[in-house]
């Protein structure tokens, strides 16, 4: 059974968990209300795949630290389908990026991650993704993107964890790549900004033309085929 889209949506933002006292596996997520159109569009194709009736449901916060009322939404889904990845994931109890558990994993599942995780730096056109892990992940999870769009995220430290770093002249062709597999609410996430005429930008004017993958999601998923690791 295909359960790419679910192991897409394990990288970043959703956790995999045991129920008390069940043979089975949850997987969660909390988002911004403002990307509740993007959490419910995961949890549509989610349910496709697992068979399961998950729904998303909003909810105020009031944090006692900052005397504010925040919004948030959630959801979460439960399938043994799920325990396989669960174990290969949390082997210890906790995330661990392996080539194993990326290796099968294309383009949709990348951009997935940067939606999640990723942002662009508005003033240099930079991309970073929020990996917080140790140096080995780090390298594990730029080197499946590499093969995957041929850029080189570059390592740094960050309070004892690595992120990484995407040049901005290698973002243009990224964001080519993954934003026919992403949704449009998050269009922040690929937006870049020149303000005189280059190589680089006449690369990212192109990509305007592509669509969003609740725009036309049966052209995304025919070229993320292209580009799975075999």
Request: glycine share 6%.
């Amino acid at each position: 059974m295909n359960l790419s889209f679910s192991k897409a949506c394990t990288l970043g933002d959703g956790c995999l968990g045991y129920p008390k006292g069940k043979n089975t596996c949850y997987l969660s997520f909390t988002h911004s209300e403002k990307q509740k159109q993007f959490l419910e569009w995961k949890i549509t194709k989610i349910n496709q795949e697992l068979g399961t009736k998950g729904k998303v449901n909003s909810r105020k916060i009031y944090d006692k630290r900052t005397l504010k009322t925040y919004y948030s939404c959630q959801s979460m889904v439960t399938s043994k389908l799920l325990v396989p990845l669960r174990e290969q994931f949390y082997p210890q109890g906790k995330k661990l990026f392996s080539k194993n558990y990326l290796y099968d994993l294309g383009l949709e599942a990348l951009a997935i991650f940067w939606m999640d995780d990723g942002c662009v730096v508005s003033s240099n056109n930079v991309g970073l993704l929020a990996t917080y892990c140790t140096e080995k992940e780090a390298k594990i999870i730029a080197s499946w993107i590499h093969n995957l769009t041929k850029v080189n995220p570059r390592l740094y430290l960050d309070r004892g964890l690595y992120r990484l770093r995407i040049l901005s002249g290698e973002m243009p062709g990224f964001v080519t790549l993954i934003k026919p597999h992403m949704h449009s609410t998050l269009q922040n996430k690929v937006t870049l900004r020149y303000k005189n005429r280059t190589k680089n930008s006449e690369i990212y004017a192109a990509s305007l033309n592509i669509a969003f993958a609740d725009e036309d999601d049966k052209r995304a998923r025919a070229q993320d085929k292209q580009y799975v690791i075999a």
